[in-house]
């Protein structure tokens, strides 16, 4: 069986600060794939990041970075210079391939809370 | 380029009522569908999924069943809903064949009184 923790259930950051959301998985594939949602206010979840588990280069989009770690079963979030539009709810989500379709599980998500 | 619609957007049922979502997809042949949810302050649960017309796979025993009559339409369904069904819907799709993403619609928010 699959698990996701985000331990973070709420962060609250002031505008321009750093903020790191962290997501530890656990599975016993070897073949695995990891992302990361935000869910804004309006509640649809947009689509941030995937990685696959013979990856571990990490990532930098924009002000967004992601580190993957996979002796630590991490795959940790970092938004730069945070801003008021970054306030959300963000999921990461685990997904192995199990009986020809996709199932993802997710983390209980944190919420981002970017004060002005 | 593909898009995913979801409807109803919200939804007020009393509780015994019947319940139908409908979810499309456009611009893509042969989706694997899915149904999630989300109660108040928890994370998503998958609920069921498909990989073609007719072939459903249940996640989690409940009061709610899923069919897929046509190649990207999903529909979510209940006779009779409990107070417990509250919470907000998602459907996802992605390609066939391989570990793709998934992309979520706009939800439908369930409220059972």
């Known amino acids: 069986a699959q698990k996701v923790t985000q331990a973070q259930t709420e962060i609250s950051v002031v505008e321009k600060e750093d903020v790191t959301l962290d997501c530890v998985y656990e599975?016993?594939?070897?073949?695995?794939?990891l992302f990361w949602y935000k869910q804004p206010p309006s509640g649809e979840l947009v689509f941030l990041i995937r990685r696959n588990s013979f990856d571990e280069q990490n990532e930098i989009s924009g002000r967004y970075s992601w580190n993957f770690q996979k002796s630590t079963s991490s795959f940790n979030f970092t938004i730069t210079a945070s801003q008021v539009v970054d306030s959300a709810v963000y999921f990461c989500?685990?997904?192995?391939?199990?009986?020809?379709?996709?199932?993802?599980?997710f983390g209980k998500g944190t919420h981002l809370i970017i004060q002005p | 380029s593909q898009t995913i619609h979801q409807w109803p957007a919200t939804l007020v049922q009393p509780v015994g009522s019947p319940l139908s979502l409908e979810c499309t997809v456009e611009g893509t042949s042969n989706p694997n569908l899915y149904w999630y949810r989300q109660a108040a302050g928890r994370g998503l649960q998958l609920l069921f999924y498909?990989?073609?017309?007719?072939?459903i796979s249940s996640e989690v025993p409940q009061n709610l069943s899923a069919s897929r009559p046509q190649d990207r339409q999903f529909i979510l369904s209940s006779k009779k809903l409990l107070l417990s069904d509250s919470g907000f819907y998602l459907c996802?799709?992605?390609?066939?064949?391989?570990?793709?993403?998934?992309?979520f619609g706009p939800g439908t928010r369930l409220t059972v009184l």
């Open positions: 996802a799709w992605n390609a066939a064949g391989g570990a793709d993403t998934q992309y």
């Open positions: 498909s990989v073609g017309i007719g072939q």
């Open positions: 989500a685990l997904m192995v391939r199990e009986g020809g379709a996709d199932g993802l599980t």
């Open positions: 599975t016993r594939d070897t073949t695995y794939y």
